[in-house]
C-alpha cells in the first residue's frame, strides 16, 4: 500500500447545509461530500475515486447531537459514533444503536466517523475497493462471483450482477428500529424510511442509498414505539476490531405477557441492504420468546439463500445469530 | 519543543554549527513557505470552480497557510488541501515520533490527541482539525523533560518489543486516562482495541497502562 499522498483535490469547508448543498451543485459529478472521512480517504488514498473537489461538511452547525423529541429520537448525522455509544440517553431507551455504535471499526475510527457516513458508505467488496471496473464501479463484469473470486465476505440474497453486501452496522440497526431517514437537497427535505433508503444492485448498481447527487443526510429520526423495547445486537467478523461484520443481527421485540406482539428482525452481511427479515417476524407475532421459536425463526431466516463458493458458512452463522436474536433479546 | 536543528557535519566551524542551531525547523520551513506558498495559494483561491459563474473566493474554501496548535505551539504551516494530519507532522514539523503503519485506519501507530480524544492521524486531513488542540508523543512529557506516568510504567513493564506501535499504544492510553483514571483492564482492552501490535505485546501493554493508572497518571 502506498503511503505516498492522496491525488490532489480542493477542499471546501462550507458552514450551513444550503452552501455545502449549492457547491455540490455546482460543481457536480467532481464533487464529493465528506463527514469523517473514514470511508472517503481510503478511496482517495488507493485513487480508486478521484473527485475533483471535496466538501467537508463537518464545519456545519447543527447536524450534531442527540436529541429526544415528542417523535422520539432524533440524531444529527455528523454526531460520532463514539457519541451514540456513551449516550446514556441512547443506552437507556435505543441501546440496540450504542451496542451496534460500539461494535464499529476500531475507537479511533468511531471518535471522527459519522452516524451519517456510516450509513452512506460505500460497498467493501475488495476487487470493487481495489478500483477495478466491475459492474458497480461501471465496468461490465463481476470479479468476486466467477469460480476462482474470493467471495468469502459475499451475499446470500439479492445477487443481481453485484454480489457485495451492506457493511453497515449502523445501518441493520436503524432498519431495526424503523428510522427514518432527513435528507435535503437542491429540491428541499425529504424523509425517507431507512428500509427504503437502502438500494440493491437490481435498483442502482452504482448507489448503496437512495442520495442522488448534492443530497445531504441531515439527521436520521428514531421513534419513540421501539423505545425501551427489547433488543438483541451480534456481530460476528473475523476480528472484533476493525473488520467488517460476516454476518450480524439486530432484533427489537415487545412483549405482551410472555408473547411477542411486535418484532423487528434485521441481517447485516448477507445481502447489498440490511436484509429485513419479514416472514420471521411474521411468525414471531402471537408467539412465546423461546429458543424454540428462535430455531424455527433461524430456519425461516436462511430460506432462499444462495450461496457462492466460498461463503457456505454464512448460512449456519445467519440461522444461529437470528435464534439468539430471539431467544436472548 | 522538538525543533530540528539542521546538524552539521562533524569537523565543521563552530560558528555555522552556532549559525544551524538557530535555525529550527519550523523556522526553515516558514522561509521556504514564503517564498512560493502565498502565490499558489491565490491559484487555489481564484482558480477553483471553473465553469462557475461566481467571482473570487468561494465560500468555504480553505486556505492553505494556517496556524496549527501543535503541543501547545502555535505552527505556521502551509498545508495541502489532500494532506493528512501524519503527513504535515511527520514531514513538515518534523514530528516523527508519530508513526505510519497502514495508512488506512487499520493500525493505530499514528493516533494522535486532537483535543484530547484519540485519533488516527494518517486519516484525518490537517485542515479538518486546524482550529482544535493536537498532542503528539512528543508534547506529553514533563515540564522537565522526564517521561509521562504511561511512559514510564511502559519502561517498568517492559511493554515495547520493536516499539514501533509504542508511540499509539502511549497515546491511547493517555485518552483513555483523561476521560477515566481508574480503568478497569477491560475498559483499558477497549481503549486499546484500536491499536495493532505486530509483535503481540498486548498484555505487557495492558500491564502498563493499569500500572500508570495505580500511580495517578491522569493528575499529570
Ligand atoms: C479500517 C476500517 C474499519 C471499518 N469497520 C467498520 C465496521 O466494522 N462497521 C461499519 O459499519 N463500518 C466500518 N467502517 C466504515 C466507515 O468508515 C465508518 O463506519 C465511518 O462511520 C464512516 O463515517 P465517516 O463520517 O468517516 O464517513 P465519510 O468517509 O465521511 O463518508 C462516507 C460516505 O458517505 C457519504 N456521506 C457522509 N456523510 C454524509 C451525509 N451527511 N450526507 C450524505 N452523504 C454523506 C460520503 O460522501 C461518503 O461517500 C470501517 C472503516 C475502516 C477504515
Ligand atoms: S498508520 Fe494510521 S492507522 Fe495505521
Ligand atoms: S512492540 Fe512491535 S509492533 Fe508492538
Redesign the pocket.
Request: proline residues 2%; negative net charge; glycine residues 12%.
Given at each position: 500500500m502506498s503511503r505516498d499522498m492522496m491525488p490532489h483535490f480542493e477542499l471546501y469547508q462550507p458552514d450551513t447545509v444550503e452552501n455545502a448543498i449549492d457547491l455540490a451543485k455546482r460543481i457536480g459529478e467532481g464533487a464529493?461530500?465528506?463527514?469523517?472521512?473514514?470511508?472517503?480517504?481510503?478511496w482517495f488514498k488507493d485513487r480508486a475515486k478521484r473527485p475533483r473537489a471535496v466538501i467537508e461538511?463537518t464545519g456545519i452547525q447543527g447536524l450534531s447531537g442527540i436529541r429526544e423529541t415528542a417523535e422520539g429520537l432524533e440524531i444529527g448525522?455528523l454526531t460520532t459514533?463514539t457519541e451514540i455509544e456513551n449516550s446514556a440517553l441512547v443506552r437507556e431507551k435505543y441501546s440496540l444503536l450504542s451496542t451496534a455504535a460500539g461494535?464499529?471499526?476500531?475507537p479511533q475510527?468511531r471518535n471522527?466517523?459519522?452516524l451519517?457516513?456510516?450509513l452512506?458508505?460505500?460497498a467493501r467488496c475488495w476487487y470493487y475497493r481495489s478500483g477495478v471496473n466491475c459492474y458497480r464501479a461501471g465496468g461490465n463484469s463481476c470479479y468476486a462471483d466467477t469460480p476462482q473470486g474470493l467471495n468469502r465476505e459475499h451475499c446470500l440474497f439479492g445477487a443481481s450482477r453485484c454480489v457485495a453486501v451492506s457493511?453497515?452496522?449502523?445501518g441493520t440497526a436503524s432498519v431495526a428500529l424503523d428510522a427514518q431517514m432527513v435528507i435535503r437537497g437542491p429540491d428541499g427535505e425529504r424523509v425517507v424510511p431507512a428500509e427504503e433508503f437502502f438500494i440493491g444492485p437490481a435498483t442502482d448498481i452504482r448507489r448503496m442509498t437512495v442520495?442522488k447527487p448534492a443530497?445531504?443526510?441531515?439527521a436520521v429520526r428514531y421513534p419513540k414505539t421501539w423505545a425501551g423495547a427489547k433488543f438483541y445486537f451480534e456481530k460476528v467478523?473475523d476480528r472484533n476490531t476493525?473488520?467488517?461484520?460476516l454476518v450480524s443481527v439486530a432484533s427489537a421485540l415487545r412483549l405482551e405477557g410472555g408473547t411477542i406482539r411486535e418484532a423487528r428482525v434485521v441481517c447485516g452481511g448477507v445481502e447489498c441492504v440490511p436484509r429485513r427479515l419479514k416472514a420471521v417476524e411474521q411468525l414471531l407475532v402471537g408467539s412465546p420468546q423461546s429458543d424454540e421459536v428462535g430455531r424455527l425463526a433461524g430456519t425461516t431466516a436462511v430460506r432462499g439463500a444462495t450461496t457462492l463458493n466460498f461463503n457456505h458458512f454464512k448460512v449456519p452463522l445467519m440461522e444461529n445469530l437470528v435464534r439468539r436474536a430471539i431467544r436472548d433479546a | 519543543m522538538n525543533e530540528f536543528r539542521v546538524a552539521p557535519a562533524s569537523g565543521l566551524a563552530r560558528a555555522r554549527e552556532d549559525e544551524a542551531t538557530r535555525y529550527s525547523r519550523r523556522e526553515f520551513i516558514k522561509r521556504v513557505i514564503a517564498s512560493g506558498a502565498v502565490a499558489s495559494a491565490a491559484t487555489y483561491i481564484y482558480g477553483g470552480l471553473q465553469g462557475c459563474s461566481r467571482q473570487g473566493p468561494v465560500p468555504g474554501f480553505v486556505e492553505r497557510l494556517v496556524s496549527l496548535n501543535v503541543n501547545g505551539e502555535t505552527r505556521r504551516v502551509d498545508v495541502l488541501p489532500n494532506e493528512t494530519l501524519a503527513m504535515t507532522l511527520r514531514y513538515k514539523l518534523g514530528l516523527t515520533g508519530t508513526k505510519l503503519g497502514c495508512d488506512?485506519?487499520?493500525c493505530g501507530a499514528c493516533t494522535v490527541l486532537i483535543d484530547d480524544v484519540a485519533y488516527n492521524s494518517c486519516s484525518v486531513l490537517t485542515h479538518s482539525v486546524r482550529t482544535r488542540k493536537v498532542t503528539t508523543i512528543e508534547g506529553i512529557r514533563g515540564p522537565n523533560g522526564e517521561l509521562h506516568p504511561v511512559q514510564q510504567a511502559f519502561v517498568e513493564e517492559l511493554a515495547p518489543q520493536c516499539g514501533f506501535c509504542t508511540p499509539g499504544q502511549v497515546m491511547s492510553a493517555v485518552a483513555l486516562l483523561k476521560r477515566n483514571p481508574k480503568p478497569t483492564r477491560d475498559e483499558c482492552r477497549h481503549a486499546l482495541s484500536g491499536n495493532l501490535c505486530r509483535c503481540g505485546a498486548y498484555d505487557n501493554y495492558l500491564n502498563g497502562v493499569m500500572r500508570a493508572a495505580a500511580a495517578g497518571a491522569a493528575s499529570t
Open positions: 464529493w461530500i465528506m463527514a469523517g472521512g473514514q470511508d472517503s480517504l481510503d461538511i448525522a459514533l461494535r464499529v471499526a476500531s475510527i471522527i466517523g459519522t451519517g457516513g456510516n452512506c458508505q460505500d457493511p453497515s452496522d449502523m442520495l443530497e445531504i443526510l441531515t467478523a476493525w473488520d467488517f461484520a | 488506512r485506519a487499520e
